[in-house]
């Protein structure tokens, strides 16, 4: 299946319903498959052509599930960027990608200026939100109107001639261990990962309805939420950030019943006395990834929402999802569930052996969905990609009934004193002392010991704790090898776009605050 046949595939199948809601508006699937036809003529019209590399970098709107399908039908290449990046994050993914165009709004052109500033032969820029085609603001680089340019292109387009293993789609991870690389999607990647996805939810019955799109859909998320909602039938409501008040009232107008989230958002509807003034009954689950949930905070979320978590797990370079628990199904605490349809899980050690049930090792997975390697990028893709297995770089075991357990990021293994600590198992504990509303535990260096444990703390609001009680609640619990050395407290966390801890970023932190010798 190629991707542009989802929206012709979507209206044989359902007809014509209301897909989208963002404010006011209301876009069906007829109409978005129209306007991507528009965007598709319009951007060859610009001078796109096949296999051109095209930047999604705009906040949470209709026009970014336009911009997909517009760039794909084009036969080019979508780059997802999140806006939340620094311009000099962006620059980088626009020399990197060698982009021909970038399809932004107006609010982001003061980045996209600064991000292409110097650059010897800038991409089209196209933007949402202005009425004409005008120069940009500071730099004066053309801007063509996004509505301008599909109000003068036809709504007829022939079908691409696309196969299932062209690449469809180039995600540039977050760089927490380097510059950032471009992990290539195919067709049969994204499709056959949204298909497990269907396949997953038909089979327990799960009927189709609207869902929330909070996440951000400049990213992985965003496609695959696309290609699920073309095969299911289903809507979304788009919220442009995340705001308690306006899921409770999408919630209660719209009569959600599943959407995804982050830990952090979690959290916050947890936490939040305004979700009592509204009639949130109709929500069923809440899907959770790309960071592991507090046992605790699930167990809140349950009482107060009278809904179910289902964590699951995945990466960019398995378009997304490798794991996920089942509706009907046991849910263990602690598990990312059991592998999607289709991906084969295994646990191996250092030599890339397979390991037995129970034992902890590095994570490989197969299938599909797995990508064929990182863009212009051989010697990363030889390194994460052996004999058909993707290495993942993360630490964790595989319980005898087929149940994932993530037990860390092998790059945040601590070696204190020649002792493996993985911080998950740290964060799992402090996080459970009343006072404490986020933790992250992270490795310094120490002259001594090699590594020290330091927790970094967000304490509850309202809450009073010192270092001295956080150690001890440890030091009752731990055996004394684990037990961190010190903490730290901070007001917030450093976090990227979807809302996953910057390990990288806190250890450079917590390094400038704390010296253990």
């Not at 037990?483 to 976090?495: A, G, K």
Request: charged share 20%.
């Amino acid at each position: 299946m190629i991707l542009t046949d989802l929206p012709e595939k979507s209206l044989e199948r359902f007809g014509e319903y209301p897909m989208l809601y963002a404010g006011e508006r209301e876009i069906t699937n007829l109409e978005l498959q129209e306007s991507a036809n528009r965007l598709a003529n319009g951007l060859k019209n610009l001078g796109v052509t096949p296999g051109d590399r095209v930047v999604v970098c705009m906040p949470n709107c209709p026009e970014v599930f336009i911009a997909y399908q517009g760039i794909l039908r084009a036969e080019a290449i979508v780059l997802p960027v999140m806006f939340v990046l620094h311009p000099r994050e962006i620059g980088y993914i626009l020399q990197a990608s060698g982009a021909t165009a970038v399809i932004t709004s107006q609010a982001m052109l003061p980045a996209i200026e600064q991000a292409t500033s110097g650059m010897e032969t800038p991409p089209t820029l196209v933007v949402a939100g202005i009425a004409q085609n005008q120069p940009s603001p500071n730099a004066g680089i053309p801007c063509n109107s996004l509505c301008s340019l599909m109000a003068a292109a036809e709504p007829e387009l022939s079908r691409p001639r696309l196969k299932e293993d062209d690449v469809a789609v180039i995600l540039f991870t977050s760089g927490t261990t380097g510059q950032p690389k471009g992990v290539m999607l195919t067709h049969r990647n994204l499709y056959s990962n949204a298909a497990a996805a269907v396949e997953l939810a038909e089979a327990t019955g799960d009927e189709p309805g609207t869902t929330l799109g909070v996440l951000p859909l400049a990213h992985i998320y965003g496609f695959t939420m696309a290609n699920t909602l073309f095969l299911r039938g289903g809507s979304m409501v788009i919220l442009p950030k995340f705001d308690v008040r306006a899921v409770c009232e999408a919630i209660q107008k719209h009569q959600v019943r599943a959407f995804s989230a982050v830990p952090a958002m979690i959290y916050a509807l947890t936490m939040a006395p305004e979700v009592d003034e509204y009639d949130v009954s109709s929500l069923e689950s809440v899907g959770s990834g790309s960071a592991p949930l507090p046992v605790s905070l699930i167990e809140a979320f349950r009482k107060r929402f009278n809904a179910e978590i289902y964590e699951g797990y995945g990466l960019s370079e398995a378009a997304p999802t490798v794991s996920a628990h089942r509706k009907g199904e046991t849910i263990k605490p602690g598990s990312v569930g059991r592998a999607f349809p289709g991906v084969e899980l295994r646990i191996a050690d250092d030599q890339g052996n397979p390991m037995p049930a129970g034992e902890v090792g590095e994570l490989l997975v197969r299938g599909e969905n797995i990508t064929p390697g990182y863009y212009r990028n051989e010697e990363a893709t030889k390194a994460a990609i052996r004999d058909g297995w993707l290495h993942t770089g993360d630490v964790a075991r595989i319980d005898e009934d087929g149940y994932l357990y993530i037990v860390d990021r092998k790059k945040d293994l601590i070696l204190r004193g020649g002792f493996n600590i993985y911080p998950r198992d740290l964060e799992e504990l402090i996080s459970r002392h009343p006072a404490v509303a986020e933790v992250a535990v992270v490795g310094v260096p120490s002259e001594r010991m090699g590594e020290e444990v330091v927790a970094v703390v967000v304490p509850n609001q309202d809450s009073e704790i010192t270092e001295e009680e956080v150690l001890t609640f440890c030091q009752e619990r731990l055996a004394k090898y684990k037990t961190p050395r010190r903490v730290v407290f901070m007001d917030t966390m450093p976090r990227n776009g979807v809302g996953k801890i910057l390990k990288k970023s806190l250890r450079e932190q917590v390094a400038e605050q704390v010296v253990i010798e």
